[in-house]
């Protein structure tokens, strides 16, 4: 008799975790928003290593910045593809912050031509570059906002370098704690994001 009541309960606890399952009700929480980012690691030295998968996550803007506009050498050319984990973009639009564990990677392309059956203009060259910045409040606890910026870019030609050391704040990070709209990013030049931010419709 007893053996029956103890598995009907079982039984009844069973069914309510399906239908909480089912329901959608239960979700749960991602690496992200617990606040360990699976989608960067480090070396043992603390270097960050290159990031990889990148052009699969969401894609939030193309920003430009032709050599010819920069007296021949921008300071980041040309063309900037701005990635960010697929989870990551969701807390963003759901929350409208970005949680501890956040990267975003900064990919560099050269203008390749500037006529193409569509008319004159700047078209995608080659990658040339490749640049990140991470969200860490635990490893970049002393870094302003917790925020540390990487350069895996070589000289043209060369494959990136597999890892990068967190670049000094006179660097990087100055700028972005100055100018960036949102948390130390550039937001403002991604309409992605932008539009995403919970209260903006
Ligand atoms: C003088 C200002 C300035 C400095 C210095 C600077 N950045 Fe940025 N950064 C920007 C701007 C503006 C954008 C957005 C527009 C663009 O890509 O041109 C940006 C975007 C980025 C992004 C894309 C994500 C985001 O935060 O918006 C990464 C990654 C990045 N920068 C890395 C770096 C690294 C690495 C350094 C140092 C080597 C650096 N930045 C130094 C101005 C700066």
């Known amino acids: ?10 039984f009844l ?11 959608g009700i239960y979700v749960s929480p991602t690496s992200a928003e617990k606040g360990k980012s699976v989608f960067y690691k480090f070396d043992k030295s603390g270097n960050l290593l ?34 960010i984990p697929h989870e990551q973009f969701k ?8 949680p501890d564990g956040t990267i975003l990677v900064k990919e ?9 059956p569509s008319g004159k203009g700047y078209f995608n060259g080659d990658f040339i570059g490749l640049e990140a910045t991470v969200k860490d ?3 970049y606890k002393n870094e302003p906002g917790n925020w540390a910026y990487f ?8 494959p990136h370098n597999k890892t990068a050391k967190a670049m000094p704040k006179t660097k990087c990070n100055f700028c972005h704690q100055a100018f960036a709209k949102d948390d130390w990013v ?16």
């Open 1 to 10: 008799m007893n053996l029956i009541i103890v598995n009907r309960k079982v």
């Open 13 to 23: 606890l069973g069914v309510m975790a399906l239908l909480l399952l089912g329901s």
């Open 50 to 83: 290159q990031p990889k998968g990148y052009r699969e996550w969401v894609f939030v803007g193309s920003p430009l910045t032709p050599n010819d506009m920069n007296n021949g050498k921008a300071a980041f050319p040309e063309f900037h593809h701005v990635y």
């Open 91 to 98: 807390v963003y639009k759901n929350t409208g912050a970005f």
């Open 108 to 116: 560099l392309l050269s203008v390749g031509k500037k006529q193409a």
């Open 137 to 139: 409040t635990k490893r």
């Open 151 to 158: 350069s895996f870019t070589t000289p043209i030609g060369q």
């Open 186 to 201: 550039f937001t403002q030049y991604y309409p992605v994001l932008k539009d995403a931010k919970p209260g903006r419709k």
